[in-house]
């Protein structure tokens, strides 16, 4: 069992969901911060337990967090384990991180200068499938109100601006 350790964060409360993770110094662009682990599962299994806890979120907000992240055609892995400290890390319409894999490995890596006292985050990313399930809360400038891939925000624009034409 690997523990995921980094000397550059720490883990305390986020303005965006519950934890999350924070620079504990300077962190230049294109490091390799933390390695996000756990288990490997098959996308059979992984389908069954994204569905938990989506099913708890809707009675509470601190239910929700869906730690599943695909490694490949096959397999996922499953970070909600406690010796994998990436999976604090929160989703943001504007990142300073993305995923990357390495050989392997998934790894979150800096995609521009971050400096000591910022929260770490990254899109996570899903699909246009069910996007209403998965409320954003990062209050950037640019959030779509949802965790979303980016390709898929004109999609939730354009249904936003449907809404607020006032009708004829």
Request: proline fraction near 3%; charge should be positive; charged fraction near 30%.
């Amino acid at each position: 069992m690997i523990k995921t350790k980094s000397s550059y964060i720490v883990v305390k409360q986020s303005s965006i969901h519950n934890k999350g993770v924070f620079a504990k110094k300077d962190i230049p662009e294109a490091t390799r911060i933390i390695e996000y682990v756990g288990e490997r599962i098959t996308k059979k299994e992984s389908e069954i337990r994204s569905e938990i806890p989506l099913k708890k979120s809707k009675k509470s907000i601190k239910h929700g967090a869906v730690y599943i992240f695909e490694l490949n055609k096959r397999y996922d892995i499953d970070g909600n384990v406690p010796y994998n400290t990436a999976r604090f890390i929160n989703h943001t319409c504007e990142p300073n991180c993305e995923t990357l894999l390495i050989s392997g490995h998934i790894w979150i890596v800096s995609i521009r200068d971050i400096t000591k006292g910022e929260e770490l985050s990254y899109n996570y990313g899903y699909s246009f499938d069910d996007y209403e399930r998965h409320k954003c809360y990062c209050n950037k400038t640019s959030c779509v109100g949802y965790i979303l891939n980016e390709i898929h925000w004109h999609k939730v624009q354009h249904k936003k601006r449907k809404i607020k034409k006032p009708a004829k």
